[in-house]
């Protein structure tokens, strides 16, 4: 007769799977919580210390951890000699194993967690039959998965449950317990922060360092304030990804995700005024990086307005004492060199995406001008500018600048022309010397037309549409100057 191992923490649907699997044929072996529950619902059932010999001990701590439960899991059904040592030693084979883990994860997001109560929802016994099992998924059904419950009876009915299946379980428990071990990982090595809620307060959240690198916001020094929101770190990344882009003194200020007043200048104040002026209204609440020391009349102008977060590379001990009078406000110490991380991640649905980071750009000399009209020295450095922070800029994206900041910014629009429109109604002037930058190409002279008749005289883009001539004939049309980089900057 088929022996199974039952011992799950989420005890969704036990009972009923329980009942098919003896139903199919198994003999039923179980634990603790998971025993009564497979008992009380009439189902036949034994203690794995019937299985073992031997009690449990340590408050549960050791039952599984035995000769009979891991000779039977491990041996090699085309291996002669090990099936003579099981008989040799009176230990049963073992046909499937079933166990979901201790529930850690769960257990250290609660806000009054001690790190005894951590220490108690590791499991031991679980993780070790659930490897043997994989690993010798040839001969060993391993769910870890409820959601499995009901394939495994079918294909046990239908006489399917093959090696191919088998061994899709054994990868689902092999990333199951790596996920497991991680959390363990970052909560004991303080990389694990739980935070007061997510996106809103009706979702749990926490921040999983897997880096404190000084040039990372998870290895930034904060000087000031309450705890950083879920949305904060999402901010403030975006604010100093952006602002890492510039040599010079610039200032990003960031508003949900997107940058809504960028600023350069010879000093860092100034820097900071032209992306102050750039969008006086946006940066109220919204997060400013700088990539500069923080002096005291710097500080005195942030402290002017009510900042969620300040992200510097330094503050001056004069600046800290003007910053610090407001309770609340983060201060990030973050070194402001390159990251070395080329790879960002996205969970969707069922999996995630990984990609690498878009830290690509376009050498001037490699951009051409493709109009009859060339664009003038200040236009030029107005569209490097605008080129450097559409890229930061949620898609469809529209940049107007002029050589020393952002003039008006409209993101995420569906169509290009509706960001165009949010731009130039935004925009705090709009001159020879301002310029508009495009993440995507034209596909249709529509936008150009809209930034001509609104006094843009100068248009940078990645081009390569089918259709770019249409958008170079309506530029020559107004007079207007276009540059093509070759390459777009979609951020999704």
């Not at 040599?247 to 940058?259: C, L, S, T, Y």
């Not at 700088?290 to 005291?296: E, H, S, Y």
């Not at 993101?411 to 290009?416: C, F, K, S, V, Y």
């Not at 529509?446 to 940078?460: L, P, R």
């Amino acid at each position: 007769m088929k022996k199974a191992i039952l011992s799950v923490s989420d005890k969704t649907g036990i009972a009923a799977f329980a009942k098919d699997l003896v139903a199919t044929g198994y003999e039923l072996y179980s634990t603790g919580g998971t025993f009564r529950a497979i008992e009380e619902a009439g189902v036949p059932v034994a203690s794995v210390s019937e299985l073992t010999q031997f009690d449990e001990i340590m408050d549960g701590r050791v039952k599984t951890l035995h000769p009979a439960v891991h000779g039977g899991i491990l041996a090699d059904r085309d291996k002669p000699e090990h099936l003579e040592q099981l008989a040799a030693q009176n230990i049963d084979l073992i046909d499937m194993v079933v166990v979901n883990l201790y529930p850690f994860q769960e257990t250290v997001k609660k806000p009054d967690v001690t790190e005894m109560d951590a220490i108690e929802n590791i499991d031991i016994g679980g993780p070790t039959m659930l490897r043997a099992a994989a690993k010798n998924f040839k001969h060993v059904v391993t769910i870890v998965d409820p959601a499995d419950y009901d394939e495994v009876i079918a294909r046990l009915q239908q006489d399917t449950l093959d090696e191919a299946y088998r061994k899709a379980l054994m990868v689902k428990v092999f990333k199951h317990t790596f996920e497991y071990d991680q959390a363990i990982t970052n909560y004991f090595s303080g990389n694990q922060e739980t935070l007061r809620y997510g996106e809103n307060p009706q979702q749990s959240a926490s921040f999983i360092r897997t880096s404190t690198e000084a040039n990372t916001l998870a290895g930034a020094t904060q000087h000031h304030g309450k705890q950083l929101s879920y949305n904060n770190i999402k901010d403030a990344d975006a604010a100093l990804a952006l602002v890492k882009q510039f040599e010079g003194p610039a200032a990003v200020a960031v508003k949900h995700m997107n940058p809504c007043g960028v600023g350069i200048g010879e000093t860092i104040q100034q820097a900071y005024l032209n992306a102050y002026e750039a969008d006086s209204q946006s940066i109220f609440g919204g997060i400013v990086a700088l990539n500069r020391p923080v002096t005291k009349a710097l500080a005195e102008d942030l402290h002017s307005i009510f900042l969620e977060v300040i992200i510097a590379p330094m503050f001056e001990a004069e600046a800290l004492e003007v910053l610090q009078q407001k309770k609340n406000i983060r201060l990030l110490e973050v070194d402001m060199s390159r990251d070395t991380d080329e790879q960002e991640f996205v969970s969707v649905s069922g999996g995630y995406l990984v990609q690498d980071k878009d830290t690509f750009d376009v050498p001037k000399a490699d951009m051409k001008v493709v109009t009859d009209v060339a664009p003038t020295d200040a236009q030029w450095e107005a569209l490097l500018l605008g080129w450097k922070v559409v890229k930061a800029v949620k898609s469809n994206a529209i940049v107007l600048a002029n050589n020393k900041q952002t003039v008006g910014i409209g993101a995420g629009q569906m169509n290009r022309v509706g960001s165009a429109q949010i731009a130039i109604e935004r925009a705090i002037e709009i001159n020879d010397n301002v310029v508009l930058a495009s993440d995507g190409f034209f596909p249709m002279g529509d936008t150009v037309e809209t930034a001509a008749k609104a006094g843009i005289n100068a248009i940078i883009q990645p081009g390569g549409s089918i259709k770019d001539q249409d958008s170079i004939d309506m530029a020559n049309k107004y007079g207007i100057a276009m540059v093509t980089t070759g390459m777009r900057h979609f951020k999704h």
